[in-house]
């Protein structure tokens, strides 16, 4: 059974939050950054996109490993 309770979503927002910063990372890594000349508009959808994949990842996920857990792992070494 599918269940996505307060962990689950506590989970997933981290795993989003690390999108996010892996994306801005991504994008300004690679040119040399200057937060005055930085296109923030650009970074912004990017890492909102991120945001959201990995939202919907998550939520696709659910139920396949662990239960109330967005990994699609289950763990094996209990």
């Known amino acids: 059974m599918m269940t996505m309770g307060r962990n689950f979503w506590k989970q997933a927002l981290e795993r989003a939050a690390k ?5 801005l990372v991504i994008v300004f890594g690679a040119a040399s950054f200057s937060p005055w000349t930085a296109d923030w508009k650009a970074a912004s959808g990017i890492a909102g996109a991120a945001f959201l994949l990995s939202l919907v990842s998550s939520i696709a996920t659910a139920g396949v490993g662990e239960p109330n857990d967005p990994s699609a792992v ?3 070494d209990r």
């Open 74 to 76: 289950r763990l094996t």
């Open 19 to 23: 999108s996010v910063a892996q994306a």
